[in-house]
């Protein structure tokens, strides 16, 4: 069964550096999405994106973050200058329509910022 | 805006004891509720979905408009349930899911 891959599985850094988190959604599908959960917390939705562009992004998801598809499989997650609150595990997730039709997530990656 | 509450952060129960997380909700339109699951080192998962009325692993869950709550249920818990269990709530538009904060179903021998 196809799944969602994430690269790295953790990542240590220091405070103000950028940081790239890659995604590898599974093949089929058009709409990708990341999520964060800080550790003992929910999990938070950060932003979608569809047909190259972000669908929705939430107050989480400032000018610190961006993201892109830069080729046909990836769709990464920059975070310009860390800061020791973005620490938490990163959830990428694509779906093949609507969210209904169920969101496959990756195993995450865990970021430390020290 | 959405709202997805999972009151309980810790749920035991004794092996073939019934089970039940709560989940209620706070959404103003047609809402599409979920059970993720999430075994220890794994990554979250899709356990089922209130549309297509089905049960997984021996779990159901029903959707409740009148109370707003989706609880998950299990007549008989087994030893691997145990996990971390998340209500989530697609609210459509920009395909979005809010999770709640969780429940750990711990299943004791």
Redesign the interface.
């Known amino acids: 069964e196809p799944?969602?891959t994430q690269t790295p599985s953790h990542q240590v850094t220091q405070m103000g550096q950028e940081v790239i988190l890659r995604c590898v959604p599974i093949s089929n599908h058009l709409?990708f999405?990341w999520?964060r959960q800080i550790l003992g917390?929910?999990?938070?939705?950060l932003v979608?994106f569809?047909n190259n562009e972000i669908?929705?992004k939430?107050e989480i998801f400032d000018d610190q973050f961006s993201v892109e598809r830069p080729d046909g499989s990836n769709f990464t997650l920059k975070i310009r200058s860390t800061k020791l609150e973005d620490s938490a595990m990163y959830?990428c997730a694509s779906?093949d329509s609507?969210?209904?039709e169920?969101?496959?997530?990756?195993?995450?990656t865990r970021l430390l910022v020290l | 805006a959405q709202r997805v509450t999972q009151p309980e952060k810790l749920l035991s129960v004794f092996k073939g004891a019934p089970v039940e997380l709560k989940c209620n909700y706070s959404y103003s339109g047609s809402p599409?509720l979920f059970w993720?699951v999430q075994y220890s080192r794994?990554?979250?998962?899709?356990l089922l979905?209130h549309?297509s009325r089905e049960s997984i692993k021996g779990f159901t869950a029903d959707l409740n408009k009148g109370e707003t709550s989706f609880h998950l249920k299990k007549p008989f818990a087994q030893e691997e349930d145990s996990a971390m269990y998340?209500c989530a709530l697609?609210s459509?538009?920009?395909?979005?899911?809010?999770?709640?904060?969780?429940t750990k179903l711990q299943v004791i021998p």
Do not use: A, H, N
């Open positions: 799944e969602v709409y999405y999520y917390q929910k999990v938070e939705f979608s569809y669908s929705e939430s959830f779906s609507r969210g209904q169920t969101q496959y997530f990756g195993p995450g | 599409e993720y794994q990554r979250l998962q899709l979905r549309i998340y697609y459509g538009g920009y395909q979005k899911v809010t999770f709640g904060t969780g």
